[in-house]
């Protein structure tokens, strides 16, 4: 039995690139940051970044590039994959990247796609509605 599987919780690096194959697949690629804790053995405490290469496909990548945006936590799953190449030069060049099977978005406040910046509203003299009431969920009230 074999298992190629990749599982990250991390923030966007960057914003999805999505483009279009040209047979028509949409196609987002972006990079993942993770982050590392220790401390050393002065007992100073350590830090170190790793970047992972995402790759996502059809629906799943226009999804990523509406919703996703710099900075936002996510959890993907997938799998490991190493492409390579020539360039120009005749040199090889070797990229491993993660292909997403699944994505789940951390952030607290997924309000709706990304969206350009707005000037903020103009004041009305203060007749602004009251905030929504958030509705509480009382566990007894579900039915299994």
């Known amino acids: 039995m074999d298992l190629n599987k ?7 690096a960057r914003d999805p690139e999505v483009r279009t194959t040209p047979q028509g697949t949409s196609v987002a690629t972006f990079s993942v940051a993770t982050n590392f804790r220790w401390k050393n053995a002065a ?6 970044a790793e970047f992972h290469n995402i790759v996502a496909w059809r629906k799943l990548a226009d999804i990523m590039g509406q919703y996703l945006k710099r900075g936002s936590k996510v959890y993907i799953e997938g799998r490991l994959q190493t492409r390579s190449w020539d360039d120009a ?5 070797y990229r491993t990247e993660i292909v997403a099977d699944n ?3 951390l952030d607290r406040l997924q309000a709706g796609p990304r969206q350009t910046e707005q000037p903020a ?3 009305d003299g203060g007749n602004q509605a009251p905030p929504a009431e958030e509705t509480q969920i009382n ?3 579900i039915p299994f």
């Open 139 to 141: 566990v007894e009230d």
């Open 103 to 105: 994505m789940i978005m």
């Open 121 to 123: 509203p103009a004041d």
């Open 89 to 93: 030069q005749g040199n090889r060049h």
């Open 43 to 48: 007992g100073e405490k350590q830090e170190r």
């Open 6 to 12: 990749v599982t990250l919780i991390g923030n966007l």
